[in-house]
């Protein structure tokens, strides 16, 4: 299994790249809102400028993606060796053993002062102002994705009706065309055939007029070609910002529910090892303390965190994570979970492997 980095630099990193985003997202919106300004410049310029800027923030999105995906991982990852830390205490140690030969109370005792001496209950805490920490961040992330997605969705939606209506004007210009070449066609035939000079004049003139409007009418079939071109080029590139938006908060959904489901699993690790080991400690876990897990730490309070419910939401936020993650799918860890269909004579609670799928 590769090694991940430290959970701080790489939170670190994914917050600074988030904030170094927040503009880059923010010029491609104005883009997209301002399409239909006066620009003095030419359009492959604009649209080069742009499609760099546009290109620039894709990748960006994909490695703040990857960065994201890495830190619900890490902490996961962390979660399962504290559990298998808390799994080993299940047994007892050569030492103890062989103090049971004399003295079963002392060898109990020996085995709780090593349980408690294990900064389990620190770690768990510290995991848990971690998952605080990225729940911010994935929760700031997602709210300012779906406010630039909406705005940005809106502008798009302009600009493309206004392109439809351009190619039904062009259809309705065409068409107009043909039908006045025709009577130019028509008019031209009779000229000298029917009527006296008077008559030939006036329909050479009709003629002239009919052709005019054609041109004419050429003229801005040709203009409303080349802006439907112009739209259709950047639209592209814009329909690709808002799919990438829309994508990301999807991402953000599904590791935001997976750290809320991993968050669960945390607290009922630490409710097994504070209900057995340090009566009282369960008062260190308030919502105000972890406000961004205020919704598990909430079921937490009232004792509504079932394992056996756990078991089977992990296991579906672990396939939805590995589905939009694949780099993660052979990374799954068989973390350690609460094993409630058997009872530790320490803990009350002990620990098996997950039944994760």
Not at 129 to 147: F, P, V
Not at 199 to 216: G, K, N, P, Y
Not at 333 to 339: K, N, Q, R, V, Y
Request: aromatic share 8%.
């Amino acid at each position: 299994m590769r090694k991940s980095p430290s959970f701080d630099s790489q939170y670190d990193a994914a917050r600074d790249l988030a904030e170094a985003m927040a503009d880059e997202a923010d010029y491609c919106a104005a883009c997209i809102a301002g399409f239909d300004g006066n620009e003095e410049r030419s359009s492959d310029e604009i649209f080069l400028e742009q499609n760099a800027r546009f290109q620039a923030f894709f990748d960006d999105s994909a490695t703040l993606d990857v960065l994201l995906a890495e830190l619900v991982f890490s902490l996961d990852r962390l979660t399962s060796k504290v559990s298998a830390d808390l799994d080993s205490f299940r047994g007892l140690t050569r030492g103890e053993k062989i103090t049971g030969w004399f003295s079963r109370q002392r060898m109990w005792r020996m085995h709780g002062a090593r349980v408690r001496e294990a900064p389990v209950v620190e770690q768990l805490l510290d995991l848990l102002a971690k998952s605080d920490l990225l729940a911010t961040l994935l929760e700031g992330q997602r709210r300012l994705l779906i406010r630039r997605h909406k705005s940005a969705e809106s502008s798009l939606v302009n600009i493309v009706e206004h392109r439809r209506r351009l190619v039904d004007e062009i259809d309705i210009a065409r068409m107009r065309m043909k039908e006045l070449n025709a009577k130019a066609l028509i008019t031209q035939g009779r000229i000298g055939v029917y009527g006296n000079k008077a008559h030939w004049e006036q329909m050479e003139t009709e003629r002239q007029a009919l052709i005019a409007e054609a041109e004419r009418i050429s003229a801005e079939e040709h203009a409303m070609r080349d802006e439907s071109q112009r739209r259709e080029r950047f639209i592209g590139m814009f329909q690709a910002f808002v799919d990438r938006l829309n994508g990301r908060i999807a991402g953000c959904n599904v590791l935001i529910r997976k750290l809320s489901v991993d968050t669960e699993e945390r607290l009922v690790i630490y409710q097994a090892q504070v209900d057995t080991d340090r009566p009282g400690m369960k008062a260190r876990i308030k919502p105000e303390l972890f406000p961004n897990i205020a919704a598990p730490i909430a079921l937490f309070q009232k004792g509504m965190l079932v394992p056996q419910d756990l078991v089977q939401r992990k296991s579906r936020a672990d396939q939805e994570f590995a589905r939009r993650f694949p780099v993660y799918a052979e990374e799954r860890s068989d973390a350690p979970l609460i094993d409630v269909m058997g009872k530790s004579p320490v803990f009350g609670l002990g620990f098996l492997r997950s039944l994760r799928s």
